[in-house]
């Protein structure tokens, strides 16, 4: 289900409608189970790997934490996890029912899956339950050690079988390849759940906060689950920490005016960037990019567009999240803050999907050991960060490349200010850091978009020799993205002038703000035309 | 990286109240009926109907507005001063287009869209033995074409007839009323529906299928309504909300919301039928566009005809059209000319802005034409007397 969907429209007047006439553990069942639906909408099957997730994290935290599990506590996510499992299984009723009546057409009436799963699940809680017996047996160290390892494993084990086994699957034949061995691909037909990578690091980061001691655990799991899959924020993020999000989950909310005010003006702002920008760029973009003899005029057009649709359409999709959010008085974490105003790499990794980048930061940059070395230590944990960083993206190359890039540039940065320091800035020399960082950003955003490494070959060389010249063959931005971008960027020239606050427009007179909304409106409606596309995020 | 803590939280001060928001969204709702009515003002659409440029903004805005009342904006009884859009690709009379006489020349009949007409005329240029005849019919779709086909009473005058069928417009073979699905223009004419009865092609002629019958349809309400009600039931892409006028047509806000409805549906049914992914064989649409193409093949073989069937293959829908008649060209043996063979659908350079194929595309794909009516002129001529 998309935001700019009218069935999401239509789910959100139902679920909000329940949520207000809801008592307190009324609102959290029916949000969980309007979270599950939000996510089966897309393929129910894929709740099981999300429930998976949940239990595996839930029990986690309590085992660190405790030493053990209460029965409850190993039985209800046990029982849960066994009957996401049916949704594994399916059943095509209308066979059924042919079958009942006596004309079956021979088709299967439940999925083959089903004896896998019939076996697995057991299976597979036998073997946590010994595992369990086993680790409340070892010294609270080891217990704690070994149950963080298991969390982790199992996390990325699905994370990375949906997601990369087939990236490495090919990568390792090319090598062989390459080395004249003589190796044939061998492909699982995966389909990658959607948002997935968001929802495991969620879930990681509770476990790890709670091996850190920096969280309690909740004994609630269907809080837990809440917090896990929150549907405005699960396929696409921001990626939240249990501390900010679980204490919202597992206690009452209220929910205030203001709330409802800044709710609906970011619905409304997040919705402007997505449909009248994003959707309007999209086809500009997917033409220069789908072009194999792009122009120099081609590729810059293609990738200032890119940079713009993805900006609009990620910022976009958080706006929403975090504004629907406060409609159920939960509060979400800022994940974007104008990013193209950075002034250097590390500036722009503030402002950009700040989610994740904390994420990366905590989980992966300090435990590597952070800036807490030599110079050549923190470069190396930087290009490191970065690369996975990339990679979490998506199973390709490029996206490796991208991470290679941008460790690059932080690293390049990081050396440049060791041995110059960090002069002070004046408007013209940081508008000429911001120009000169953006072109920087700009090459980043052609390697992320780019299909193939010998794309992103021919796109460099076009844009060092010019080949083409100015000829722009792509298609014309939508009317609504042109008008658009030309309101968000005066919106966030406003927004910069008053030191980057995000409630600026309150300073001004009710009218100006409501023209400025209008048009925001006016021009949404037109970029209702546009062909919908998917939010770029999801397929992450 | 000294990134920031990730309680980064968005709890803000609480300015105003209840009172302040109201006022704004009081504000906001009046700012935007100010930009509906003055934008509607600015970019209105010309009432004069023979006005054929009334400029892209104006045009922008007006995409929304209810068939119907474009067309009784574009309408007059006295077709002189009817839009010229009016008069395109009624069934009676056919009007067909002539190239020039060549010596010797080998006549041709184009059936089809804006694509087909290109190519004549492109065969007409490139080749010195071909001589070009079109009839045809803005965005026409292949039921359309294969109507023309039908109702030509000068075929048997040509030696090959072409019959175009395109895949961005391949659902809407099931449709008998462009303005049921075109909200690019507003086009009065009617095709005939038809459909599949175990296996036999049968059809179905539209309400009206001249101008003088439109007219007289459009003008009164009893047969206009009688009209709408036929196509209700014979036309899948018939959407009451799309087509019928209200009041509600004079807001831009309200035409931007009707144009979103009306793209959602094409989506949709495109989606269900054919993109570049793939296609649906058993779609109404893929397997009528199967049984045309063979039928028409039988009745211009019938006629002494060579059939050719020009495939295009439209930009971003890749060669699934071509796939989906791959079947029945072969086994029925028809002679055809898929434009995904020499223009790459993925690629923008071979085609226009507004999505024909550039004039050199169009003279490549006449060329190949031309060598495909060669081959099938040949291989149909009389045996020389003695052998």
Redesign the interface.
């Known amino acids: 289900m998309l935001f700019n969907s009218l069935e999401f429209l239509v789910f959100l007047a139902v679920v909000y409608g329940l949520y207000r006439a809801l008592p307190f553990r009324g609102q959290n069942w029916m949000l969980l189970v309007a979270s599950y639906m939000f996510y089966g909408w897309w393929d129910w099957r894929f709740l099981f790997l999300m429930i998976f997730s949940t239990s595996v994290d839930f029990w986690t935290g309590l085992v660190l934490d405790r030493g053990r599990l209460k029965r409850n506590e190993w039985l209800v996510p046990a029982a849960f996890l066994s009957a996401a499992a049916l949704l594994l299984i399916g059943c095509d009723f209308s066979e059924l029912l042919r079958v009942v009546r006596g004309a079956g057409s021979g088709a299967p009436i439940v999925s083959p899956l089903m004896p896998h799963v019939l076996v697995g699940i057991p299976a597979f809680l036998s073997a946590a339950a010994i595992g369990y017996r086993v680790l409340v047996t070892l010294p609270e160290a080891q217990r704690r050690k070994a149950c963080m390892i298991v969390s982790i494993v199992l996390q990325l084990a699905v994370l990375g079988f949906f997601k990369y086994f087939n990236f490495f699957i090919d990568s390792l034949v090319a090598s062989l390849n390459a080395a004249g061995i003589a190796a044939q691909p061998s492909h699982f037909d995966i389909v990658l759940p959607v948002g997935i990578s968001f929802y495991t690091f969620q879930s990681m980061s509770y476990a790890i906060d709670i091996y850190r001691r920096e969280l309690k655990p909740t004994d609630r799991f269907f809080d837990f689950a809440l917090f896990v899959s929150f549907f405005p924020q699960l396929v696409a993020g921001p990626i939240e920490r249990a501390r900010n999000l679980l204490p919202q989950m597992s206690n009452p909310r209220t929910v205030t005016g203001e709330q409802i005010r800044r709710g609906l003006f970011l619905i409304v702002f997040g919705l402007f960037k997505k449909i009248a920008i994003a959707d309007g760029l999209a086809g500009t973009v997917d033409q220069a990019f789908a072009n194999p003899t792009a122009s120099w005029g081609t590729v810059v057009v293609g990738t200032v567009a890119f940079a713009i649709q993805i900006y609009c359409d990620f910022s976009g999709y958080s706006d929403v999240a975090r504004g629907v959010s406060k409609l159920f008085g939960v509060e979400l974490m800022i994940n974007f803050n104008q990013p193209y105003f950075a002034k250097s790499p590390r500036d722009f990794w503030q402002r950009w999907h700040i989610s994740l980048s904390t994420w990366l930061s905590d989980y992966l940059y300090k435990p590597l050991g952070g800036n807490r070395g030599s110079l050549a230590f923190t470069c190396r944990n930087l290009m490191l960060t970065m690369i996975l960083g990339g990679l979490w993206h998506g199973a390709a190359w490029n996206y490796v490349l991208w991470g290679v890039f941008h460790g690059t540039v932080l690293s390049t940065h990081r050396v440049m200010r060791e041995w110059l320091g960090a002069p002070r800035d004046n408007a013209f020399t940081a508008l000429l850091k911001i120009a000169g960082f953006g072109l920087i950003t700009l090459y980043g955003w052609m390697l992320f978009r780019a299909h193939s490494l010998e794309q992103i070959g021919n796109f460099t060389a076009t844009l060092f020799t010019g080949a083409g010249g100015l000829t722009v063959t792509a298609a014309r931005p939508g009317f609504s993205a042109a008008l658009g971008v030309l309101l968000l960027v005066a919106w966030e020239l406003v927004q910069y002038r008053r030191g980057g606050d995000a409630k600026f427009y309150r300073g001004l007179p009710d009218p100006l703000t409501a023209l400025a909304i209008a048009g925001m409106i006016f021009l949404t409606l037109m970029g209702t035309s546009n062909e919908p596309a998917q939010f770029i995020y999801f397929q992450f | 990286?000294?990134?920031?803590?990730?309680?980064?939280?968005?709890?803000?001060p609480?300015?105003?109240?209840?009172r302040?928001?109201l006022?704004?969204a009081g504000?906001?709702?009046?700012?935007?009926v100010?930009?509906?009515v003055a934008?509607g003002r600015l970019f209105a659409y010309p009432a004069d109907p023979k006005n054929t440029n009334p400029g892209a903004?104006a045009l922008?805005f007006d995409?929304?507005r209810s068939m119907e009342g474009r067309l009784r904006r574009a309408t007059r009884a006295d077709p002189a001063a009817s839009a010229p859009i009016t008069q395109a690709g009624w069934y009676d009379p056919l009007v067909a287009s002539e190239g020039a006489a060549k010596p010797g020349g080998v006549r041709v009949t184009f059936y089809g869209m804006s694509h087909a007409m290109r190519l004549a005329d492109a065969l007409q240029e490139v080749s010195p033995r071909y001589q070009a005849r079109s009839i045809g019919a803005p965005g026409a779709t292949t039921n359309w074409s294969f109507g023309a086909f039908r109702r030509d009473r000068e075929r048997g005058q040509s030696q090959a007839a072409v019959l175009a069928i395109m895949s961005s417009t391949l659902p809407m073979i099931v449709s008998p009323a462009p303005m049921a699905w075109n909200t690019s223009f507003a086009l009065p004419y009617t095709a005939d529906r038809y459909s599949l009865n175990a296996g036999r092609l049968q059809v179905a002629a539209p309400p009206y299928d001249s101008f003088a019958g439109y007219v007289r349809t459009l003008e009164d309400p009893a047969a206009w309504e009688r009209a709408n009600a036929w196509f209700a039931a014979n036309d899948p892409f018939y959407d009451r909300f799309l087509v019928r006028q209200t009041w509600l047509d004079e807001s831009v806000?309200f035409r931007?919301?009707r144009?979103?409805w009306?793209?959602?549906r094409d989506?949709g049914w495109r989606g269900r039928v054919l993109d570049a992914q793939g296609y649906d064989p058993d779609s109404e649409a893929v397997r009528l566009a199967n049984a045309i193409v063979a039928e028409f093949a039988r009745q211009a073989r019938a006629d002494g005809l060579v059939p050719v069937i020009y495939v295009v293959d439209s930009f971003g829908f890749g060669d699934q059209l071509h796939r989906a008649l791959a079947g029945t060209l072969r086994r029925e043996r028809i002679a055809y000319l898929a434009t995904s063979r020499f223009v790459n659908p993925?690629?923008?350079?071979g085609y226009l802005?507004d999505s024909h194929f550039t004039d050199a595309n169009d003279r490549r794909l006449a060329a190949e034409l031309a060598a495909v009516l060669d081959r099938e002129l040949a291989a149909a001529a009389p045996p020389p007397a003695g052998e």
Do not use: H, K
């Open positions: 990286m000294n990134l920031p803590s990730s309680s980064t939280s968005s709890s803000e609480r300015p105003g109240g209840w302040r928001g006022a704004l504000w906001v709702v009046l700012w935007l100010v930009i509906d934008v903004v922008y995409y929304g806000a931007l919301i144009r979103a009306a793209q959602r989506v993925a690629d923008p350079a802005p």
